[in-house]
C-alpha cells in the first residue's frame, strides 16, 4: 500500500515536472504562432492606412484624379519629358532594396565592355547576408559582364553586384562614391547609397522621385532594357564557371503572371524593412511611362503598379509642338532663309524642333498651356528652349534648333542676336522677330542716312562754293577801283 502511494506520487512528480518543462515550449510556439498569424494582418492593416495618404498630383486643378494605393510612395513620369503624371510622397527618404541595381547596372554599362572578366574575391562573395538572392558563385570564379548583369538585374544576385562594384570602382566603397557621383549627374535630390546590392543600410536610401530620375537613364540603354524584361536566362558552363544553370527573374510582370501590354521591362526589392519596391517601364501609343512604388506589399506592388500605369496612358496624351505653336512664329515662309539665295525658298536658319511634345490631360489642349523661353541651352544647335506649363505644372519642352545647313553659310558669333523680343502678349509669351522683315527695315534706315548725309554734303559744298564766288567778286571790284584811282595810289 505504502508502495503503491508511493509510486503514485512519483508518477504525479513526473507528470508535473514534464508540463513544467513543456509549458514555456507551449508558450513560446503559441506566441510565435499567433505573431506569425497577426503580422499579415498588421501589414494589410499598414498598407490599407497608406492607401488614406495624400496624393499630391490629386490637388492639381483640373489633373486626372489617380488611384490610391497601398504603397508608401510612387509616381508615374513619362520617360523621354520628364513630365510627372501622379506622385505620392515622392520625395520621401526610403529603402530601395534590389532597385538599387538598377544603377550598379548602369554604371558598370558605361564604365565597362561587355567580354570583360569580372572575378569574384571573398569578400564579394562572403560579405552578404546568408539567404538573400545570389546565384551560387564561389570564390575564385569569374563571369564575362554581360553576364554578370543579367545575375545583376534577372537574378538580383548579390555577390555579382560585389564583384562587379569591386571589378569598375576597385573596391566596394568606391564603388558607392560612384554610385553617389552618378545619382547627382543625373539629377537625383534625394539620395544616399551606401552598397551596390540594396541590402538593409540605414545610409543607403532614395526616393520614387530619384529612382524614376535614375530610371530614366537605364531604360535609354538597350542592352540593359532588354535584360530587364528577360524572363530567364541559361548561365552556361565555363572554364572559368563550371556550372549549368537556367534562373528566372522575380519579376511576375516581365513572367507575364501579371501580364501587361506594352511592358519593356523592370527591377524588383524586398528587404523586410524596405518591404515591395518595384521600378517598372512599358510604352504605349508614343508613350514611355516609368512607374516606381516604394514600400508596398506583395502582390501588390504588381497590381499598384498596373493600376499606376493604366492611369497614365489612359488620361494623358502626346501633343506635338510645332503643330500647334502659333505664339512664336520662326516657322513662317518669309522667316530669314538659309543657302546662298538668304530671301529664297530655301530651309529656315531656326525652327522649332518637329518631335519636341508636351504631355498633356486628355482634358486639356495645348491653348491651355503657358510658355517660357530660356536661351540657356548646352546643346550648341540649339539658340533656345521654350518650356510649358499646364496650371503651374511642367508639361514638357520645345527646343528653337539652328538648322545644320545654315550654320555652313553663316557663322554667326552670338547666336543670340539673331532672335530678339519683338513684343509681350499679356500671357507673358514672347514673339520672335521676323529676320527677313528685320534686313529690310535696316537696310531702309541705312539708305535714309546715306541720302541725308549726300543732301548735307550738297549743301556745303553749294555754300562753300558760293562764298568763292563772293571774294572774287570783291577781289574784282577792288582792282577795277585801284586802277581808276592811278598807278600812284598805293604809295
Not at 173 to 183: H, I, Q, T
Not at 352 to 380: G, Q
Request: proline residues 3%.
Amino acid at each position: 500500500m505504502k508502495l503503491s502511494l508511493s509510486f503514485y506520487k512519483f508518477k504525479n512528480k513526473l507528470k508535473f515536472l514534464a508540463l513544467s518543462l513543456c509549458l514555456p515550449l507551449f508558450i513560446f510556439y503559441a506566441g510565435s504562432m499567433s505573431a506569425q498569424a497577426s503580422e499579415p494582418e498588421e501589414l494589410a492593416e499598414a498598407m490599407e492606412n497608406r492607401k488614406l495618404l495624400p496624393i499630391q498630383s490629386n490637388e492639381i486643378e483640373n489633373w486626372p484624379t489617380g488611384p490610391a494605393v497601398g504603397a508608401q510612395s510612387a509616381i508615374v513620369v513619362e520617360a523621354n519629358t520628364g513630365v510627372i503624371l501622379y506622385s505620392k510622397n515622392i520625395h520621401e527618404k526610403l529603402y530601395p532594396a534590389s532597385t538599387t541595381k538598377i544603377l550598379t547596372a548602369l554604371i558598370a554599362a558605361e564604365n565597362s565592355t561587355l567580354d570583360e572578366m569580372v572575378t569574384f574575391s571573398t569578400d564579394a562573395v562572403f560579405s552578404i547576408e546568408r539567404g538573400s538572392s545570389n546565384m551560387g558563385i564561389d570564390v575564385g570564379e569569374s563571369l564575362p559582364m554581360e553576364e554578370c548583369l543579367y545575375g545583376i538585374l534577372l537574378v538580383s544576385a548579390n555577390e555579382v553586384s560585389n564583384a562587379v562594384a569591386e571589378h569598375v570602382g576597385g573596391s566596394m566603397d568606391e564603388f558607392a562614391r560612384l554610385m553617389n557621383e552618378k545619382a547627382r549627374e543625373l539629377g537625383c535630390v534625394d539620395s544616399h547609397f551606401a552598397n551596390a546590392h540594396g541590402l538593409h543600410n540605414d545610409d543607403h536610401y532614395t526616393s520614387a522621385y530619384d529612382l524614376s530620375v535614375i530610371a530614366r537613364k537605364f531604360f535609354q540603354n538597350e542592352l540593359l532594357t532588354k535584360i530587364s524584361g528577360t524572363p530567364t536566362h541559361h548561365f552556361e558552363a565555363t572554364e572559368t564557371q563550371p556550372d549549368d544553370f537556367i534562373l528566372s527573374t522575380h519579376n511576375k510582370l516581365v513572367t507575364h503572371e501579371y501580364s501587361y501590354e506594352g511592358l519593356i521591362g523592370g527591377k524588383t526589392g524586398y528587404t523586410n524593412t524596405a518591404r515591395q519596391t518595384l521600378v517598372t517601364c512599358a510604352e504605349r501609343n508614343g508613350m514611355k511611362l516609368i512607374c516606381v512604388v516604394m514600400k508596398d506589399e506583395s502582390p501588390y506592388q504588381f497590381t499598384d503598379t498596373i493600376d499606376l500605369l493604366n492611369y497614365g496612358f489612359n488620361n494623358f496624351e502626346i501633343v506635338n509642338v510645332s503643330e500647334n505653336e502659333t505664339k512664336f512664329n520662326i516657322n513662317n515662309a518669309d522667316f530669314f532663309q538659309s543657302n546662298n539665295d538668304i530671301f529664297g525658298s530655301s530651309k529656315p536658319i531656326l525652327s522649332l524642333n518637329k518631335s519636341s511634345y508636351l504631355i498633356l490631360p486628355k482634358t486639356a489642349v495645348f491653348k491651355d498651356t503657358i510658355s517660357s523661353i530660356s536661351y540657356d541651352t548646352e546643346d550648341e544647335n540649339q539658340i533656345a528652349r521654350i518650356d510649358y506649363t499646364y496650371n503651374g505644372v511642367y508639361v514638357g519642352n520645345a527646343s528653337v534648333d539652328i538648322s545644320t545647313e545654315a550654320v555652313s553659310f553663316y557663322d554667326f558669333d552670338s547666336p543670340t542676336n539673331d532672335i530678339q523680343e519683338e513684343e509681350e502678349n499679356t500671357d507673358g509669351n514672347i514673339i520672335f522677330v521676323n529676320i527677313k522683315k528685320l534686313l529690310l527695315f535696316v537696310l531702309i534706315g541705312a539708305g535714309i542716312l546715306i541720302l541725308l548725309f549726300i543732301t548735307k554734303s550738297l549743301i556745303q559744298n553749294y555754300s562753300f562754293s558760293k562764298r568763292s564766288r563772293n571774294r572774287l567778286f570783291e577781289k574784282r571790284r577792288r582792282k577795277k577801283w585801284l586802277k581808276r584811282r592811278g598807278p600812284n595810289f598805293r604809295k
